[in-house]
């Protein structure tokens, strides 16, 4: 049966949608998204009904991709299930062209030799602290965050913040003992809210951000050890809906299941700086693209620290509007940066 037209959902979503644009373009704003690209590498794959084998991304897709980012024109991007560097060259090339600048870009190589997380920003980071081997415990021996963990670190007015960037192990598994890989994602999510904690030891008075895929719902132990530890507040999750209303991230087609996957915490000192108190997911021309939607939020990056006589906030001048080639084309592979091919030393 078709659903019945609702013209205030129609009221309500613009409102939702606009509200956190129009907040967007004032000092301080800043807009961070999270986006898994599914499989943005040459792989085995059916396309059309034909088999391809060591085949890469279709077009058809890629140009959908680019469109949701276009749809939504974050400063900051974290992604996930990206090929090695030439690919994501070709995305931060393709984006350029269709007038999207991001002239800096992260690629983080980790234990996983083919899906890697990335960072696109139009904003300069002052620091990199990202870790391509973080290791766990688990069960006997001792495994390695599959992607690593992206930490970039940006100012403003004197005060910093973090990105950190993250994408648990997938439900797959070929241990009885573990049925999903549950333990494996907690002890991963562990792990890297160690190193958060290392870098803020009270996280109520530091300023960052946790963006990535953590393949598990809302009621996860994994999402949960990156929220608090003990009686330690670590994060806040972030509400993300979509247009009509919908909390859902993630597609799995082969059982017609939609759940939520990928979020975005932030720090007790951060949240009061989320536009609306919440993100926004983008679904409406989503499909085609990826498995994952895109979700985002606008944050006033001029974060209030307690004990802090820092004024004022960040204008971000220097983000590009387009045309112009970028001043800096970086990358960093594991925990070294390197500079791309043809870039200024």
């Not at 279709?58 to 024109?73: D, G, M, N, Q, Y």
């Not at 991007?77 to 560097?85: D, N, S, T």
């Not at 797959?172 to 991963?188: A, H, L």
């Not at 820092?310 to 390197?338: E, F, K, L, W």
Request: proline share 6%.
């Amino acid at each position: 049966m078709r659903g019945r037209w609702r013209p205030g959902l129609l009221r309500w979503s613009l409102l939702l949608l606009g509200g956190l644009a129009s907040a967007e373009g004032g000092d301080g704003s800043v807009r961070v998204a999270t986006y898994n690209l599914q499989n943005y590498l040459a792989m085995d794959r059916r396309v059309d009904g034909t088999f391809r084998p060591d085949y890469p991304k279709p077009e058809s897709e890629k140009t959908a991709l680019r469109r949701v980012i276009r749809s939504v024109e974050p400063d900051i991007l974290a992604l996930q299930e990206m090929g090695p560097r030439p690919y994501l060259e070709e995305l931060w090339r393709d984006l350029e062209t269709e007038g999207l600048v991001y002239p800096y870009r992260v690629l983080l190589e980790a234990a996983d030799e083919e899906r890697h997380t990335a960072v696109l920003s139009r904003i300069p980071f002052v620091e990199n602290r990202s870790i391509d081997l973080l290791h766990f415990r688990y069960f006997d021996g001792k495994e390695a965050v599959k992607r690593g963990l992206i930490e970039l670190v940006f100012e403003c007015e004197g005060e910093r913040w973090s990105l950190f960037v993250v994408h648990l192990k997938s439900r797959y598994t070929d241990r009885e003992d573990d049925p999903e890989s549950g333990i494996r994602r907690v002890g991963e999510a562990r792990a890297i809210r160690d190193v958060i904690l290392e870098r803020y030891p009270d996280p109520s008075a530091g300023a960052f951000m946790i963006a990535g895929d953590l393949n598990d719902t809302k009621g996860s132990r994994s999402l949960n050890a990156l929220l608090k530890r003990g009686g330690t507040e670590i994060s806040r999750a972030v509400p993300a809906i979509n247009q009509w209303g919908q909390t859902w991230t993630h597609y799995y087609g082969k059982e017609e299941v939609y759940s939520r996957a990928d979020y975005l915490p932030v720090s007790a000192a951060s949240s009061s700086r989320v536009v609306g108190g919440r993100g926004a997911v983008r679904t409406d021309v989503a499909a085609r693209a990826s498995d994952h939607r895109l979700v985002w939020l606008i944050s006033i990056s001029r974060i209030e620290i307690p004990g802090s006589t820092a004024a004022g906030y960040c204008r971000y001048d220097n983000r590009p509007v387009g045309g112009d080639d970028p001043p800096s084309q970086r990358t960093v592979i594991g925990t070294m940066i390197s500079l791309w091919p043809g870039a200024e030393t």
